[in-house]
Structure formats: C-alpha cells, structure tokens
C-alpha cells in the first residue's frame, strides 16, 4: 500500500466546527509536509513539521507528529466554508530528496 | 502567490498527436517536477530534475519525456497522446534549502 495514507477521505463539517485529518505513513522521514488543494488548482503549501518536532501552529491550523506511531494529524479549528478543499499529507522520505504524497481528504465545510 | 506558470491550462486534442505542457518558474529554483493527477486521487511523481541537463523517471511508469536546458523552463512532452493520457498535470519547484514545493495551476489534458 501507499507511503502517506490518509483518513478520513471524505469529511463534511459545519462552519465553525473544527476539521482533524489523519495521515499515517511507513518509513523513516525528514519531514512531513500538508497541502491543500482547491478544486481544479494546483497544491498550496500549508505546514511543515520535521521529524524532531511534535507539534507546530499556524494561524488556524495545528500539526502533531508522532513518529513512533509513524502518524500525522492536521487540525483546522474554527472551520470557514473558504476552508472547503482537498487536503494532502506528503512525506519528505529519508534519502529520496522528493515527497510521496497521501490520496488526500476532501473537506466540505457548511454554511 | 508562487511564481511558477503553466500553459495550457486546458488542452483536448486527438489521439496520435504530439504535445508539449509548458512549466516554467521565476524563483531560480533548481528542483522542478511533473505530477500527474487523475480527479479526486493522489499525486504521481512522473519526472523530476535537479538542475539544468539532469532529469530522472519517477515513481509512476510515464510514456512522456522531459527537458531541462534552463534552470527556469522545464516541458514535458508527449511524442503520441493516447486516451490513458487524459489527465491533470502539475508541475513544481523547490530549491535546496526549503523543502516545502510551489506548485503552478495545473494543465487538464484530455485526449480524444
């Protein structure tokens, strides 16, 4: 099976809910990296967490990585219908210099 | 927004022709690649390239081929497209220092 496995793949929320993403992946990284992707576009970077860190923040969005569990969580908090998007974990693999990217998880939000 | 363009944004041709997808980027990255994309599914590496005369297969078997003669243009080109080629291509761009990629728009190809 695939490097970056996510879950859920589909996920329809409320607006102003909070939004959690898993990605779970199999080998050893150097970074682990979320995309979003708004319908027919490309991918925009949203988050980068390397392999030492735990967690990280930005603006509405929380990352954590758990290495040993060899798994990733993204949280959107406080959730906008402009939040509405496909989401993508992509692993920075050791030794690949190139990301392996999950099948991702489409998020519709609410009005 | 990043600085990295691709043209068309929409091509249908017919089966047998030739085609070349533009990518070209303006942030003097040395890392650039192609992703093919089918709607709803995950990305495939098809090609990437390091630098300016250097550029690998990737993960997914791909009948395209690909150039890299400035460090800012990189065309992938499709010397006999075929109906199992209608797809998204996307192309990227890092440099050595920031892992994350930029990505342009996107090219929807669709063949007849």
């Known amino acids: 099976s695939q490097q970056g496995e996510e879950d859920p793949q589909a996920l329809s929320i409320q607006e102003g809910e909070n939004a959690t993403m898993n990605c779970s992946y199999k080998?050893?990284?150097?970074?682990l990296q979320w995309y979003r992707q708004n319908s027919g576009r490309g991918l925009v970077h949203l988050i980068l967490i390397r392999s030492n860190e735990r967690e990280k923040h930005s603006g509405r969005l929380r990352v954590t990585l758990d290495t040993s569990k060899k798994s990733s969580s993204l949280l959107i908090t406080a959730s906008r219908a402009a939040d509405t998007a496909s989401y993508f974990c992509a692993t920075d693999l050791q030794g690949a210099q190139k990301l392996v990217f999950g099948q991702g998880t489409r998020l519709t939000i609410n009005p | 927004e990043a600085d990295i363009y691709q043209t068309p944004r929409y091509l249908v041709i017919g089966t047998g022709k030739k085609i070349t997808l533009e990518c070209s980027q303006t942030?003097?990255?040395?890392?650039m690649y192609w992703y093919q994309q089918d709607p709803g599914m995950e990305l495939h590496l098809i090609h990437y390239s390091y630098g300016v005369n250097s550029t690998e297969k990737g993960d997914l078997s791909s009948e395209s081929t690909v150039s890299r003669i400035r460090t800012e243009h990189f065309p992938l080109t499709l010397e006999s497209a075929r109906p199992s080629h209608t797809s998204q291509y996307l192309c990227?761009?890092?440099?050595?220092?920031?892992?994350?990629?930029?990505f342009g728009p996107g090219t929807r190809l669709t063949v007849l």
């Open positions: 990227a761009s890092n440099d050595y220092t920031h892992n994350e990629q930029f």
């Open positions: 080998t050893s990284i150097n970074n």
């Open positions: 942030m003097g990255h040395d890392k």
